[in-house]
């Protein structure tokens, strides 16, 4: 029990420190363009490097204790490791094969696995899918904590959609049920968090950005008008890019949904890995 709380306890540390994270920028942007333009390199720069440390100490501190606790088999960890492993390679496609916009390979399995094993399960793949392919594609920069912390959120969301219900045979573990309403719901999931996460994604450093008045960030302004600026921005900017994304996610869960899903829950009900609650 105790075990249960303190890894819950480290989730929602790792929740806040990304909310924290997001918000950061708006708390440091001066109020002046000129001044804020020069700030991301410099301070994104000095602060990525303790974020990144600090959510892998949390992830792994996390992943510890439900091993010892038993939430989680060691076989599930080694499963862990064998999708991050395979889900991280897959961005070398977007390094060797130009891809349309944002799209990338990495969302659909993250989904996936996190749609079968659990909003823990799903958070701890994408945070280290990121990562793991940030250090093998050379992908490290300022950037990289922002998007562990959204990919784990994606992996997380996943899990809480809690469409995979459980059912104990009399013969058997838990079998895992997977049709198409499942399908349609993880399609629309993934529609949503390809705009959702480059949306999110550009917080960090639009308050530095320089750009038209109505676009920029600016101290000072109500929550409505900041929130109009940055519609305005994402709109110009990044829609089309993340549209992309968004189609590609779709149409990898439709490629990839069931037999992925078959395979892992098999993985699951083999080896008796039990959801709990809380993970969802």
């Not at 989904?111 to 594609?137: K, P, Q, Y």
């Not at 349609?184 to 705009?195: E, H, N, R, S």
């Not at 550009?202 to 038209?212: C, D, L």
Request: net charge positive; glycine share 14%.
């Amino acid at each position: 029990m105790i075990r249960k709380i303190v890894s819950g306890m480290i989730y929602t540390l790792c929740a806040l420190l990304g909310l924290l994270a997001f918000i950061y920028p708006f708390l440091s942007a001066s109020g002046t363009q000129a001044a804020a333009a020069a700030q991301p390199a410099v301070a994104e720069g000095q602060n990525a490097p303790l974020l990144t440390a600090t959510l892998v100490g949390l992830s792994l501190m996390a992943l510890l204790i439900e091993v010892q606790g038993e939430a989680i088999s060691a076989k599930t960890v080694a499963m862990l490791g064998v999708l991050v492993a395979g889900t991280s390679l897959l961005r070398f496609l977007e390094v060797a094969i130009p891809l349309p916009g944002g799209f990338s390979p990495i969302f659909a399995p993250i989904m996936l696995a996190g749609f079968v094993f659990g909003g823990r399960f799903g958070f701890l793949m994408g945070s280290f899918t990121v990562l793991i392919s940030a250090l093998i594609t050379g992908g490290v920069g300022p950037w990289l904590p922002y998007q562990m912390f959204t990919a784990g959120w994606v992996g997380m969301t996943a899990g809480w959609l809690g469409l995979v219900p459980l059912r104990h045979k009399r013969q058997g573990g838990p079998h895992v049920a997977f049709g198409y309403r499942e399908l349609i719901v993880l399609c629309l999931a993934g529609f949503g968090w390809g705009l959702l996460y480059g949306a999110i994604i550009n917080v960090y450093f639009w308050p530095f950005a320089a750009g038209p008045a109505g676009q920029s960030y600016q101290a000072g302004l109500g929550l409505g008008e900041i929130l109009a600026r940055y519609g305005a921005f994402y709109l110009a900017t990044s829609l089309g890019w993340d549209m992309a994304r968004a189609i590609g996610n779709v149409a990898l869960i439709l490629f990839l949904g069931a037999p992925m899903v078959r395979a892992l829950a098999r993985f699951r009900r083999r080896f008796y890995f039990e959801v709990q609650p809380n993970d969802r």
